[in-house]
């Protein structure tokens, strides 16, 4: 009598079976790098908003020192205009006037350069240092409208030794050098808000920048 081998389950249904849980497990090894890889933010981007205010104030720094350097520039420009006016007290010509007025130039153009830097720090300027940055910038525009004046006088003292008497002459030169100590004083004032600017600017960023390096060691 031939024996009989019954199946419990046919070779079809068996392979499903094994193949099933084989194609779950090969997905699911695909899919977890990707979750990983998803799940994984690198130290550069984990804090958006801590890097773009870090740059900032790195931004801050760097306009304030540049209006730092501007105002020194424009103290010196003045003060050599100024000094040059005194030299020349009481020695009319043309040619005296018109080295004043090109000193009392310069010292016009290095105060303008300064408004605009300092204007850029404004801008630039971080929550704890906006009243300096302000400050600074309201002395700029000081120092700039003051050498201008000061330009505008140098100018008319040129004309004055040319084509005016003597005494026309010392008036014209007397209001230059006048205006032209007022633009002195004026820049230095402007250098003094600008140094003080980029000196809390600086001091600000080095605070923000402390918590973090304690937290990288």
Same mark, same amino acid.
């Given at each position: 009598?031939?024996? =009989? ?14 193949? *099933?849980? %084989?194609? %779950?497990?090969?997905?699911? $090894? ?14 550069? =981007?984990?804090?958006?908003? #801590? ?8 931004? *801050?720094?760097?306009? *304030?020192?540049?209006? #730092?350097?501007?105002?020194? /520039?424009?103290?010196? &420009? ?5 000094? /040059? ?5 009481? /020695?009319?010509?043309?040619?005296? &006037?018109?080295? %004043?007025? +090109? $000193? *009392? =130039?310069?010292?016009?153009? !290095? ?25 600074? =910038? ?16 140098? #100018? ?11 005494? #026309? ?22 250098? +003094?808000? $600008? ?8 001091? !600000? ?13």
């Amino acid at each position: 009598m031939a024996h =009989q081998t019954f199946l419990l389950f046919p070779p079809h249904r068996v392979v499903r079976t094994l193949v *099933a849980p %084989i194609a %779950i497990a090969m997905g699911a $090894a695909a899919f977890a790098p990707a979750a990983l890889a998803q799940d994984y933010t690198s130290p550069a =981007q984990l804090s958006p908003s #801590e890097g773009g205010a870090q740059r900032a104030r790195d931004a *801050a720094a760097r306009t *304030a020192h540049d209006a #730092e350097k501007a105002a020194r /520039k424009a103290a010196d &420009a003045a003060q050599a205009a100024a000094q /040059k006016s005194k030299v020349a007290a009481g /020695k009319l010509s043309k040619a005296l &006037a018109e080295g %004043i007025r +090109r $000193a *009392a =130039q310069k010292a016009a153009e !290095a105060a303008r350069r300064l408004e605009e830097k300092t204007a850029a720090s404004s801008g630039k300027a971080v929550e704890e240092t906006r009243d300096a940055a302000r400050a600074a =910038q309201e002395e700029s525009t000081k120092a700039a409208a003051a050498t201008r004046e000061a330009l505008a006088r140098a #100018e008319d003292s040129v004309q004055r030794a040319a084509q005016s008497g003597k005494e #026309e002459a010392e008036k014209a030169a007397q209001a230059t050098r006048e205006a032209l100590d007022k633009a002195e004083e004026a820049t230095r004032n402007a250098a +003094r808000a $600008a140094a003080d600017l980029s000196r809390r600017t600086a001091e !600000a960023v080095k605070r923000t920048a402390r918590p973090a390096d304690a937290g990288r060691k």
